[in-house]
């Protein structure tokens, strides 16, 4: 890996930094979703919706300004891979109009019926985003056939190979996970006591499926870790995941919510970590043919616009920390059901 | 072709939908800022009862509007990559600034606007509103910047060669400010004022003809006329000025808009008629003659640039860009008449009792919404058949790796969608309306309750 902190560079890891912020908040509002079917009650299930009430539309904001962003930075890797998954990228955008007006309707009628069929829409939509994003990272690691004119030729069922479909089933459970410390976090009495009791199961099934992740990676994928061994002291970043992972039921166990959350936000950053540099100066590999594949340099934007787009996220990014910040802050604590509830 | 016909309907159906919602958060927004800033101001009780009655239907109007509006972020990607590869560089990075500029000032504040009302203090709480009403307007203007682009290029040069080129930029400030951008951004924002307006006119209409809420309804028509009032004069000045600019920098545009077809000839005004592109005639017509010129240049002989002087394939289709500028005119003007004739009569003190008035309003909420459409429609297929003006065609700008079966099917499923969650607002719009405004504290909320607890304890 020739490695040189140039402005293509600087966008690798700010285009990383949009995906794991959209993945840490967008992830826990998914999970939250993944669980919800499982929580028993009108009242409880008012309470799950409201703990990502207020929130979940800006942690969406995060993928929308991500898409922007690649659009901006890495065009070719932007127009590439969305005209190329096509249609998995249309089941997408309708599983996530789905999920939007389900938390948006659900709770906006009285019939049981009606909740009952948004509850529903509500807990797969947010399953099958969660699936779908993972399939998609999956092939990002498997790589897509790309011709010599930046073109996708495969077509919907290359998406679908078993390693991709995995990647798809670990990132419901790290996400089911997270939702669930979310929730053991926002709620209190047995609701609570029920979610504390779930943490557990969610890490034992993430991390099983980790495992099998990892040795799946390394066996048949092992272009993911020659960054690694090129520069061993990368091997840190996996270790930290790790630890990241162990941390969690600790905190649990100790009635630590919030670094529970934070150890969990902490282990999705670690692994979105060892993923970019795996992937390195690659954005969208290229199999049959390596040499197609996309990287920082031959998808990129302009220096110019490399340059134009450093100083918006310069002025912008610091706007989006303080007011993402003051607004879980203002939202922070045990969710109450008010009359502007969902 | 088959593929860009469909790649269009595409792009229209989801634009058209998506743009339902947007200019009524922008001109809601606005209405709620003069609402809250009132009661802040008096302290009276029905400012913060009208603030929030109008701030859940705003909820659910922006709901919806994020709902259908992630589609259009990704889908130049998913359809017209080519385009994506060619322009990126410039109106990638438009959108990313929407982005981080707009979009995140609008939806973390909107969490406040919406659930924080025992949360923080009525102030805070204001200027959240306020946040929520700016962003959608930078919102707004960053995609404005991003579409007059394509209108009037500017600030970019051309690199490298066939499959390889594409536009970069040299001068990120011309690429802004590029010469429609003011004139366009303004007439959108006063048109969604309008839309807000006519909506919250048109709601509390309906409740004074029903007798109830009668408070609420007055002082919502008092605010909702004044805005509709400027809203509508800001349309005429900055349509003009528009207008201007169009024949300007696009001749073509300007020419299918009145069906002008001579090489060069005074300009004639339409008021209404039927193109017949064959004899390259308006039929069932009247014409204002050398009016055209005259708006133009001030002078009624100034010949103008007709569609004859573009070669056959640079021509857009002239019916549907004249007939939709028609309707769009006359709304306009219509909803000038019905803003001052609405504040003649409340001058007269006869607002209250005119119901013929009353009934006007409630049904000119369409008015707004359909001029909406129609605008864009003129803007985007007077463009044609270029996608970027003059440099890049809409049949170039495709997904080479998207065939017409997967766009079918997209289509079919967006429709469908679109269609369910249409009739899914109605329906809860209406019982939202139906329901009407209550009082504040009608409702103790369960957090009140646990507050007057507490203190009691």
């Not at chain 2, 545009?253 to 004639?268: F, I, N, R, V």
Request: proline share 4%; with cysteine; glycine share 8%.
């Amino acid at each position: 890996m020739e490695f040189t902190f140039d402005l293509n560079t600087i966008w690798f890891i700010l285009i990383g930094v949009l995906l794991t912020g959209y993945a840490i908040l967008d992830g826990f509002d998914l999970g939250v979703g993944a669980i919800h079917l499982l929580v028993k009650g009108d009242r409880n299930r008012r309470v799950m919706l409201n703990s990502i009430g207020p929130v979940w539309d800006g942690n969406e904001v995060w993928l929308v300004t991500g898409g922007g962003a690649l659009f901006a930075s890495f065009p070719d890797v932007y127009a590439t891979v969305f005209s190329g998954f096509y249609t998995a990228f249309m089941l997408l955008l309708f599983v996530i109009i789905f999920r939007a007006v389900s938390i948006e309707f659900r709770s906006k009628m009285k019939y049981e019926w009606w909740r009952n069929m948004w509850d529903k829409a509500f807990s797969i939509s947010s399953i099958l985003i969660a699936l779908l994003m993972g399939v998609a990272l999956g092939n990002m690691i498997v790589g897509i056939p790309i011709g010599a004119d930046k073109e996708f030729m495969g077509n919907f069922l290359t998406l679908l190979r078993p390693y991709p479909v995995l990647v798809g089933l670990t990132t419901v459970a790290l996400f089911m996970m997270h939702g669930t410390i979310y929730a053991y976090l926002k709620t209190e009495g047995d609701l609570q006591k029920t979610l504390k009791g779930w943490v557990n199961n969610t890490i034992i099934l993430f991390v099983i499926l980790y495992v099998i992740t990892t040795q799946a990676t390394i066996i048949f994928y092992p272009h993911m870790i020659e960054n690694f061994k090129a520069f061993p002291l990368l091997f840190l970043v996996p270790l930290l995941n790790i630890l990241a992972i162990a941390n969690i039921p600790r905190m649990v166990y100790h009635g630590k919510e919030f670094y529970a959350f934070l150890s969990s936000c902490a282990s999705i950053a670690a692994l979105l970590a060892i993923f970019a540099i795996g992937s390195f100066p690659n954005l969208v590999y290229s199999s049959p043919l390596p040499e197609h594949s996309l990287n920082i340099y031959n998808a990129a934007s302009s220096e110019k616009t490399l340059e134009i787009m450093l100083t918006i996220a310069i002025i912008g990014v610091p706007f989006v920390l303080a007011y993402t910040t003051a607004i879980y802050w203002v939202f922070r604590g045990k969710v109450k059901l008010e009359d502007t509830s969902y | 072709m088959e593929t860009e016909i469909l790649a269009r309907m595409q792009f229209w159906i989801t634009i058209a939908f998506h743009y339902l919602f947007p200019p009524l958060s922008i001109g809601l927004g606005l209405i709620l800022v003069i609402m809250e800033g009132l009661y802040l101001k008096t302290k009276q009780d029905i400012y913060q009862k009208m603030t929030k009655f109008w701030v859940k239907v705003f909820g659910l109007i922006f709901g919806l509007g994020v709902a259908s509006g992630i589609v259009m972020e990704f889908q130049f990607g998913t359809n017209w990559a080519t385009y994506s590869r060619y322009v990126g560089d410039i109106f990638g990075s438009a959108l990313a600034a929407e982005g981080i500029f707009a979009f995140f000032l609008e939806s973390g504040f909107l969490a406040i606007l919406l659930f924080g009302w025992n949360k923080v203090s009525p102030k805070i709480h204001f200027l959240s509103t306020v946040m929520v009403a700016f962003g959608a307007t930078m919102s707004a203007l960053w995609i404005l910047i991003a579409n007059s682009w394509m209108q009037t290029p500017a600030g970019y040069h051309i690199v490298g060669e066939g499959l390889n080129a594409r536009a970069e930029v040299t001068d990120f400030w011309a690429m802004v400010m590029n010469p429609s951008t003011i004139d366009r951004f303004t007439h959108t924002i006063s048109a969604a004022w309008l839309t807000g307006a006519f909506l919250v006119l048109s709601i509390a209409a309906y409740y004074l003809l029903r007798n109830r809420h009668l408070e609420f309804a007055k002082n919502t028509i008092k605010i909702g006329l004044i805005v509709a009032a400027c809203g509508s004069l800001l349309q005429l000045g900055t349509g003009h000025s528009s207008a201007a600019t169009v024949a300007e920098t696009q001749p073509a545009k300007l020419a299918a808009m009145e069906a002008h077809y001579p090489e060069s000839a005074p300009g004639d005004l339409w008021l209404f008629g039927i193109v017949d592109e064959e004899t390259q005639d308006v039929d069932f017509g009247i014409k204002m003659p050398g009016m055209l010129s005259f708006l133009v240049h001030g002078d009624t002989e100034t010949p103008l640039k007709g569609l004859n002087s573009f070669k056959p394939e640079d021509r857009p289709p002239v019916q549907i860009v004249f007939q939709s500028y028609h309707i769009m005119v006359a709304i306009g003007m219509s909803l000038i008449a019905i803003a001052f004739c609405g504040l003649f009569l409340w001058w007269r003190g006869k607002l209250w009792n005119s119901k013929w008035f009353l009934k006007i309003l409630v049904v000119s909420v369409f008015l707004p919404q359909i001029g909406n459409q129609v605008g864009w429609i003129v803007a985007e297929v007077g463009r044609q058949p270029w996608i970027v003006y003059n440099m890049l065609r809409t049949s170039d700008a495709l997904s080479k790796a998207v065939d017409a079966n997967q766009i079918i099917f997209s289509l079919v499923l967006f429709t469908l969608i679109y269609i369910l969650l249409f009739a899914l607002f109605m329906f809860l719009f209406n019982e939202k309306v139906k329901h009407g405004p209550e009082d504040p504290d009608s409702i103790p909320s369960e957090y009140e309750k646990e507050k007057q607890m507490l203190a009691e304890n």
